[in-house]
T-cell receptor, first 114, second 114 residues
Framework: GENVEQHPSTLSVQEGDSAVIKCTYS??????FPWYKQELGKGPQLIID?????GEKKDQRIAVTLNKTAKHFSLHITETQPEDSAVYFC?????????????FGRGTSLIVHP | DTGVSQDPRHKITKRGQNVTFRCDPI?????LYWYRQTLGQGPEFLTY????????KSRLLSDRFSAERPKGSFSTLEIQRTEQGDSAMYLC????????????FGQGTRLTVV
């Protein structure tokens, strides 16, 4: 099955700095890569996703890049703000027996200091 | 449309008791997932339904766990003879369509086994 590794586990930045979170995946058949933000006591919420036919996608201060050859993808947050503080999860989704099952990384706790 | 709803939000039970959680997905979503999340970890896949059919089950889902989705609408997850190791957040997610699409998560049910 799929295995997703995520780094770093904790990331501390000053407000206004950029933050980068990196993930690798093992199954070359994976073709959908969502990123989720989870705030304390809440369920994960999708913030951006990318499909395997695209190398980069941007949405305001957030961007995701995908390198299919190397099997890694990254989340970039620019001009970080204190409200960006949360746990971020990457995921990779392949077709397991006909079903698309997202496999998640272990998460990155992002702390943005004002 | 109020999103994915889970009930209860919190459950404290004694070891050996049975518990049941409910998930109401977004109404037009035919796909439903159960995940388990422990502190400091990413969501771990438990089981997946497409409409009323349970198509995938993780090896994490021991014989004490059972899930149903009658009529392809809400779903229940039952844990029999709970153990302290079952303490976790149980997350439900739903999505639509036949291909890889965004999974929307509920707020989760936090289970504590004492």
């Amino acid at each position: 099955g799929e295995n997703v590794e995520q780094h770093p586990s904790t990331l501390s930045v000053q407000e206004g700095d950029s933050a980068v979170i990196k993930c690798t995946y093992s199954d070359s058949a994976s073709n959908y890569f969502p990123w989720y933000k989870q705030e304390l006591g809440k369920g994960p919420q999708l913030i951006i996703d990318i499909r395997s036919n695209v190398g980069e996608k941007k949405d305001q201060r957030i961007a995701v890049t995908l390198n299919k050859t190397a099997k890694h993808f990254s989340l970039h947050i620019t001009e970080t703000q204190p409200e960006d503080s949360a746990v971020y999860f990457c995921a990779a989704s392949d077709k397991t027996g006909g079903s698309y099952i997202p496999t998640f990384g272990r998460g990155t706790s992002l702390i943005v200091h004002p | 449309d109020t999103g994915v709803s889970q009930d209860p939000r919190h459950k404290i039970t004694k070891r050996g008791q049975n518990v049941t959680f409910r998930c109401d997905p977004i109404s037009e979503h035919n796909r439903l997932y159960w995940y388990r999340q422990t502190l400091g970890q990413g969501p771990e896949f438990l089981t997946y339904f497409q409409n009323e059919a349970q198509l995938e089950k993780s090896r994490l889902l021991s014989d004490r766990f059972s899930a149903e989705r009658p009529k392809g609408s809400f779903s229940t997850l039952e844990i029999q003879r709970t153990e302290q190791g079952d303490s976790a957040m149980y997350l439900c997610a739903s999505s639509r369509g036949q291909l890889n699409t965004e999974a929307f998560f509920g707020q989760g049910t936090r289970l504590t086994v004492v």
